[in-house]
């Protein structure tokens, strides 16, 4: 089985300024990680996924995430927010591919 | 394609009555998956489809849900005698890829009052 740990429920952060949310994970397998995102009133979106070969991955709207193995994490980060990044940030896992194990969400709030 | 779709998008209901939510997939997506999601948490996994058949179900599914997918296609979620700690959003997504990524619809919000 595996498991996901956001430890950061709350991140704010003001506009313009660098942005981390960090994720760790539990696994006795390989495997494939992902970062979703939760816009108020709406379903996921998809903002990146590792599934194997360069443990950075570039996203979409300029977010970006590094795999590490030996820590187990998954962070991911923004080198500069907007506005409209303000949303809830979801890191999932799955082992086998047929089912996501989602954290419980960082609420990232963007201030002017 | 318009992506996966919900319906309906909310639905408040009294304890004790049943409801009904239906889901259409990406229509070339042969895995469908059924998720709730309570205030201030992550996803639950509930239920998974290949196809028609039904692979997987959390113990988060009692036994007063049920979900089908008849035709491989689209989907239905009954919860029947409704209680209130059945309030959440209950979302639906479907895949292709064994790769595990999912696609989401807007959810289906219910409310048991």
């Known amino acids: 089985a595996q498991s996901v740990t956001q430890l950061d429920s709350q991140v704010p952060v003001f506009e313009e300024a660098p942005v981390e949310l960090r994720c760790n994970y539990s696994?006795?397998?390989?495997?494939?990680l992902f970062w979703y995102v939760q816009y108020p009133n709406q379903g996921l979106q998809l903002l990146l996924k590792?599934?194997?070969?360069?443990?950075l991955v570039k996203g979409i709207n300029g977010f970006e995430a590094e795999f590490n193995k030996s820590q187990t994490s998954f962070h991911l980060r923004k080198p500069s927010v907007h506005i409209s990044d303000t949303a809830e940030y979801f890191c999932a896992v799955t082992g086998g591919g047929n089912k996501l194990t989602f954290g419980t969400g960082t609420q990232l709030k963007v201030e002017l | 394609d318009t992506g996966v779709s919900q319906n309906p998008r909310h639905k408040i209901t009294k304890r004790g009555q049943n409801v009904t939510f239906r889901c259409d997939p990406i229509?070339?997506?042969?895995?469908l998956y059924w998720y709730r999601q309570t205030l201030g948490q992550g996803p639950e996994f509930l239920t998974y489809f290949q196809n028609e058949a039904q692979l997987e179900k959390s113990r988060l599914l009692s036994d007063r849900f049920s979900a089908e997918r008849p035709k491989g296609s689209f989907s239905t979620l009954e919860i029947q005698r409704t209680e209130q700690g059945d309030s959440a959003m209950y979302l639906c997504?479907?895949?292709?890829?064994?790769?595990?990524?999912?696609?989401f619809g807007e959810g289906s919000r219910l409310t048991v009052l």
């Open positions: 997504a479907s895949s292709t890829t064994r790769t595990g990524e999912l696609f």
């Open positions: 229509s070339e997506h042969n895995r």
């Open positions: 590792y599934l194997s070969g360069s443990t």
């Open positions: 696994s006795s397998v390989s495997v494939y």
